[in-house]
């Protein structure tokens, strides 16, 4: 959809799959996406802006890929083809797939640093969920989290220099935004609802997420100081996963 909310376009038929967590590649001009498509487990799929010429990435069965998140000509992605979710970066086209953590703990929700160099992402690894950060080459590992909340969705800001998330530390799931460090943990929503999985513009100054607070999933999108607050969705089905075309 625009921006705006308007001109909302259906890309794929739904009578083959489920479709979820879409990705843009960093031109625009394609979309990364996790779908049960080639079976009864998700891979990590790809097509044109417009929904055509799609194309299988993995083929993990009887294990699982997704999450997709794409950065210069690579996507990192989590899978399970190891026995736990860890998380992997692969080329475009899904070759020469790299393995970047090795941890006994479930790793997933990947995104990327504006320069291709770090990845974020979520493990329980520590006994509940955390966001960390990492190299692409796997070293250096770092914590930026730690509560006994579950920490989610990390969202890197275009100019490198923060990470918006959801977290429940505060009794329900809202959205914050930190430092890359982990520092000056800022909270922008205060809602009895669920809020998730923010996703940044391209300028920076404007986030979009998904909210239960008006009954059902919707799409909002607010400034990054949290004012601002618009509703883009509104209808009866679960509207989830936005992510901003660069």
């Given amino acids: 959809m625009n921006a705006d909310g308007s001109g909302v376009t259906r890309l794929l038929p739904s009578d083959f799959g489920a479709d979820y967590d879409p990705a843009w590649s960093p031109d ?10 080639g079976g009864a487990f998700f891979d990590v799929f790809v097509m044109n802006a417009d929904g055509s010429n799609m194309t299988r990435l993995t083929n993990s069965s009887p294990s699982w890929s997704g999450g997709p998140a794409w950065c210069g000509n690579h996507i990192a992605f989590f899978s399970n083809r190891h026995g736990n979710n860890d998380i992997y970066v692969m080329n475009a086209d899904g070759t020469g797939v790299t393995q970047v953590t090795f941890d006994a703990g479930s790793n997933s929700s990947p995104t990327w640093s504006p320069t ?9 690894r520590d006994g509940n969920y955390e966001i960390y950060v990492v190299n692409v080459d796997g070293t250096e590992e770092t914590r930026l989290t730690d509560t006994p909340a579950a920490e989610l969705d990390p969202a890197w800001s275009p100019d490198g220099g923060y990470i918006a998330f959801t977290s429940d530390r505060d009794g329900n799931a809202e959205i914050y935004v930190m430092h890359t460090d982990g520092s000056e943990v800022l909270r922008l929503t205060d809602n009895p609802a669920t809020e998730r999985t923010p996703a940044w513009s391209s300028d920076g100054t404007r986030l979009v997420f998904a909210s239960d607070r008006d009954g059902n999933d919707e ?6 100081d949290g004012t601002g607050l618009t509703r883009l969705t509104n209808d009866g089905a679960s509207d989830r996963n936005p992510a901003w075309r660069p």
């Fill in 116 to 124: 291709c160099d770090r990845i974020a992402f979520v493990s329980n």
């Fill in 28 to 37: 625009g001009s394609h979309i990364v996406f996790t779908s049960t498509r």
């Fill in 219 to 224: 799409i909002y999108v607010m400034n990054v």
